[in-house]
């Protein structure tokens, strides 16, 4: 499987890099490939999501140089931004012998682990999908499949601006606090050593060793 490590990047240009690597692997022209990043600040509001969950104006979102976007990937609506971790694997979910509800699961765990690995002990909630530390969440995911390669992913909290998320009713739970990394731990932290953790648990959890690629290096 390949990883695609990329600096911060505008939403737009991901997506339509997601659209792009989703064709290619269903063509096979591509294997199985997870993309590491972090966006500009952006919110986004899945298929089924209530746009009554931005909380802020348009005035304020202006304010703050956050863009919206309603996207194809199931959950409702999501802050992103500097300082979270933001994973997106793209790939053939028959052949690693997954349904969809098992990989979201795989997701989870794979954070955790993550999250254990910096002395974070974290837990998924029975009917939610999500990672959270304590009664905080931590970490949202939302997937789309499409002939059988799913795209999008999930976003984990090292170092963002929490202030971020009371723009919004996070993944339309309104009892929810968001927390993160830097939080919990109370010191600062880079994304870099959690990309590295990330990477790892990845590869044990999905049982796939991985190797990192560049954009030039892509069939597309």
Avoid at 73 to 102: K, N
Avoid at 169 to 198: A, K, N, Y
Wanted: charged letters at 20%.
């Amino acid at each position: 499987m390949l990883v695609l490590n990329l600096g911060m990047e505008p939403y737009d240009r991901i997506w339509e890099l997601q659209h792009r690597l989703v064709k290619a692997r269903q063509e096979n022209r591509v294997d199985d490939i997870l993309l590491l990043l972090e966006h500009e600040a952006v919110i986004t509001v899945g298929r089924g999501g209530d746009p009554s969950h931005i909380l802020a104006s348009a005035h304020q979102l202006q304010k703050a140089s956050i863009q919206v976007y309603r996207i194809e990937r199931g959950g409702d609506v999501t802050y992103h931004g500097p300082g979270q971790l933001v994973g997106y694997p793209i790939l053939y979910l028959e052949a690693h012998r997954l349904g969809i509800s098992d990989y979201m699961h795989a997701l989870e765990r794979i954070l955790i682990r993550t999250l254990s690995d910096f002395g974070l002990a974290a837990h998924r909630r029975s009917g939610i999908i999500g990672v959270w530390v304590g009664e905080h969440k931590i970490a949202a995911l939302g997937a789309r499949v499409q002939r059988g390669v799913t795209y999008h992913g999930f976003a984990l909290n090292v170092a963002p601006n929490l202030a971020h998320f009371e723009l919004i009713v996070p993944c339309g739970l309104t009892d929810v606090q968001v927390t993160s990394m830097e939080q919990e731990l109370g010191r600062p932290i880079s994304t870099q050593p959690v990309r590295e953790r990330l990477m790892w648990h990845f590869g044990q959890v999905l049982a796939v060793p991985l190797q990192e690629t560049s954009l030039t290096e892509l069939p597309l």
